[in-house]
């Protein structure tokens, strides 16, 4: 067996972990009681807490997937602003028994996650803990199109949101049932991209910035499921909503999941899949269909008066989304 936390002691996992991350404009870099950046005069800031065993599970996802998740959920969250992240804070907490090999994956995980998004890890802490918890904070600066915020949106225009929805959820379906059922076992071979999207989710800074040049009006992430999201639109921006399922772009093999599972709505309700879901004025739709592009860009439905969200070609799913606190 290899080193855990305990025979090392936190500063030297801080140093090992630290040298797996990629180098950053920092005035001040991690070593001293704070790192010091430079920012715009507008600072975005987010933060996400995962925790293992609810947001996570090592049983399905490999310490770099979820170390790459960890950063990517709180980038979906500066790209739904239009926004570019800039800078990151890592916490951890895990169990002194933990294997160092487990948090050096996480770190290979954010590392792989920061090159990608042109991220800077400005620092963070480690701890000790009873189980292994994640808490990520992002800042980032307003786009080209200016701060998009969930409270834009007007009776008339459309509701849209980029790529395909429901995949995640599938892949977790699949993972969580694959030891002891041969018919998900199947299906998770006929559709790795379930699983690849469970384990890590792609969030989407360009095309957030390319919506809001084109006029989005009010944006959000789908990381609770569009409907529950789509409704967090409706309920900020004082207006309602009507989604058609049908249109609903689904990622191949939900359709399949579903229909093995018996569980309807997957796309609807799933969450975790972090697309974007905005308003955006109809003689707008064209401009930000070709800003987006290559992502495919589908209209689901369009805002109403009134305050809730109605859907019209499937039944409404038991539950519309994710709750934190359930």
Same mark, same amino acid.
């Given at each position: 067996?290899?080193?855990?936390?305990?025979?090392?002691?936190?500063?030297?996992?801080?140093?090992?972990?630290?040298?797996?991350?990629?180098?950053?404009?920092?005035?001040?870099?991690?070593?001293?009681?704070?790192?010091?950046?430079?920012?715009?005069?507008?600072?975005?800031?987010?933060?996400?807490?995962?925790?293992?065993? !609810?947001?996570?599970?090592?049983?399905?996802?490999?310490?770099?997937?979820?170390?790459?998740?960890?950063?990517?959920?709180?980038?979906?969250?500066?790209?739904?602003?239009?926004?570019?992240? !800039?800078?990151?804070?890592?916490?951890?907490?895990?169990?002194?028994?933990?294997?160092?090999?487990?948090?050096?994956?996480?770190?290979?995980?954010?590392?792989?996650?920061?090159?990608?998004?042109?991220?800077?890890?400005?620092?963070?802490?480690?701890?000790?803990?009873?189980?292994?918890?994640?808490?990520?904070?992002?800042?980032?600066?307003?786009?080209?199109?200016?701060?998009?915020?969930?409270?834009?949106?007007?009776?008339?225009?459309?509701?849209?949101?980029?790529?395909?929805?429901? &995949?995640?959820?599938?892949?977790?379906?699949?993972?969580?049932?694959?030891?002891?059922?041969?018919?998900?076992?199947?299906?998770?071979?006929?559709?790795?991209?379930?699983?690849?999207?469970?384990?890590?989710?792609?969030?989407?800074? !360009?095309?957030?910035?390319?919506?809001?040049?084109?006029?989005?009006?009010?944006?959000?992430?789908?990381?609770?499921?569009?409907?529950?999201?789509?409704?967090?639109?409706?309920?900020?921006?004082?207006?309602?909503?009507?989604?058609?399922?049908?249109?609903?772009?689904?990622?191949?093999?939900?359709?399949?999941?579903?229909?093995?599972?018996?569980?309807?709505?997957?796309?609807?309700? &799933?969450?975790?899949?972090?697309?974007?879901?905005?308003?955006?004025?109809?003689?707008?739709?064209?401009?930000?269909?070709?800003?987006?592009?290559?992502?495919?860009?589908?209209?689901?439905? !369009?805002?109403?008066?009134?305050?809730?969200?109605?859907?019209?070609?499937?039944?409404?799913?038991?539950?519309?989304?994710?709750?934190?606190?359930?």
């Amino acid at each position: 067996m290899g080193e855990d936390l305990s025979d090392l002691g936190e500063f030297e996992v801080i140093r090992r972990l630290l040298a797996r991350l990629p180098p950053g404009h920092l005035i001040v870099p991690p070593g001293d009681d704070a790192a010091v950046i430079t920012t715009g005069q507008a600072t975005l800031a987010t933060a996400d807490l995962l925790v293992e065993g !609810r947001h996570f599970d090592l049983a399905f996802s490999s310490p770099a997937d979820v170390g790459h998740k960890a950063l990517s959920v709180n980038v979906s969250d500066i790209a739904a602003m239009g926004g570019k992240p !800039r800078y990151a804070m890592l916490s951890i907490g895990a169990p002194a028994a933990t294997p160092v090999s487990v948090l050096e994956g996480l770190y290979d995980g954010v590392g792989e996650a920061a090159r990608a998004y042109g991220v800077t890890v400005a620092g963070g802490d480690t701890v000790g803990a009873d189980e292994l918890i994640l808490s990520v904070t992002v800042l980032g600066e307003p786009g080209a199109g200016g701060v998009v915020r969930r409270s834009g949106a007007t009776v008339g225009d459309l509701l849209c949101v980029t790529g395909e929805l429901g &995949g995640a959820a599938a892949g977790l379906f699949l993972l969580r049932a694959a030891g002891s059922d041969g018919a998900a076992r199947v299906l998770a071979e006929r559709f790795p991209n379930l699983l690849r999207a469970h384990r890590r989710g792609n969030a989407r800074i !360009r095309e957030g910035e390319a919506v809001a040049v084109a006029g989005a009006r009010a944006m959000i992430d789908v990381s609770d499921g569009l409907l529950a999201d789509a409704g967090h639109l409706c309920e900020r921006s004082g207006v309602g909503a009507l989604i058609d399922a049908h249109e609903v772009p689904r990622a191949q093999g939900v359709e399949e999941v579903e229909e093995w599972s018996g569980s309807e709505g997957i796309a609807l309700a &799933g969450g975790d899949d972090y697309e974007l879901c905005f308003a955006i004025a109809p003689g707008d739709l064209d401009t930000a269909t070709r800003a987006v592009a290559p992502t495919a860009l589908t209209v689901v439905g !369009r805002f109403v008066e009134g305050s809730d969200v109605e859907l019209s070609g499937a039944p409404a799913p038991s539950t519309l989304g994710w709750d934190g606190f359930r």
